[in-house]
């Protein structure tokens, strides 16, 4: 272990070598003016080279891990008109822990379950009212060789959305609020009072306001995080901001191939709540079916393929329901 005051003096010596430094520099995807400039404290890097770094650099991953929370530590300030504080330095390097150590599904389920209710305790500490989601893309059809819909994965939420879990609709297209996100890979913020707007907002009850994050990694996207509130004008900026580093923490629970380039995303409208209903009351059995079938032709079958073999059926149902009801 080298003897260094902060991250930025070990990725300094590290990248002493010429040789360690364009390899650094080939796996961030980064130039090595970029890693110099970490190093002299010029400039910071996103999150998810943060997490791409500690994955380079195994032999100092601890020590990364805390000298990362040190400097995260002594470099936050307190939020100047909320009282709303930052998201904890230790748990920045408990999530960057996660990443590293977790392998997929496993990942993707422990980092969003632990993101998420963090997020809600810091965002709705009085249990208000609200619900965050976790919405991913669907993977590209096989015809279309794009993403159609979005599927909510996870989900947490305090009063009154408790044991409402089974009432979310299934899959979310480009009528959807996290659809719009996820087009126009932007913050979308919605109210009641804005029904004459230019993205009229389609809330279900309890919704005073609703805002979607886009969930991004090197200019794509895999999703957003979804979050609803029963209070009205509860988004304040100080909140806001909030998400969008929740959001950019999530990104870290993806694989790489689970990020789309702008051009793969074609959203389409899905069909609401009421007429997903029926689906999703009938998934189990249809998971249990497919189970059944892939045994009978392989020894192994798993739960999260037949799942999603599911779902592909399921987007591929409400796509043709929507061509057949528009014609």
Sequence with gaps: MLEVQSWRSLLET????????????????VPTATLRSWAEGKAD???QQLYLL???????????????????????????????????????????????????????????????????????????GMSLQVVRCMPPGEVTGKVCSLRVSVSVCT?????????????????SLAGWAVTVRRLV?????????????QMIPRESCAAAYPIERANCVAGCLF???????????????????????????FEPDEFYESEQIDLQVMPALDVQLPWRSAFQRRVADTLMLATQNSPVAEVAQAEMQVWQQYE??????????RG
């Design 14 to 29: 590290i990248i002493g070598s010429t040789k360690e430094r364009q390899r650094l520099a080939r796996v961030l995807n």
């Design 45 to 47: 890097p996103q999150i």
């Design 54 to 128: 500690i994955n380079a650099l195994p032999r100092y991953r601890q020590q990364l891990l805390s000298l990362i929370a040190n400097e995260v530590e002594s470099t936050s300030q307190p939020e100047p008109v909320e009282e709303i504080a930052d998201i904890p330095s230790v748990f920045y390097a408990h999530v960057l822990s996660g990443s590293t150590a977790l392998t997929q599904p496993v990942r993707f389920w422990s980092l969003s379950n632990m993101i998420l209710n963090q997020a809600l305790s810091q965002l709705d500490p009085q249990h208000s």
């Design 159 to 175: 009063s009154p959305w408790h044991g409402e879990a089974d009432q979310q609709a299934m899959l979310l297209g480009a009528e």
């Design 189 to 201: 913020v919605v109210n009641e009072q804005m029904e004459n707007s230019a993205f009229p907002p």
């Design 227 to 253: 979050v609803a509130c029963a209070q009205p004008e509860y988004l304040v900026p100080a909140r806001i901001m909030l998400i969008r580093h929740y959001a950019n923490l999530l990104s870290l629970a």
């Design 316 to 325: 591929e149902e409400f796509l043709k329901l929507m061509r057949h009801t």
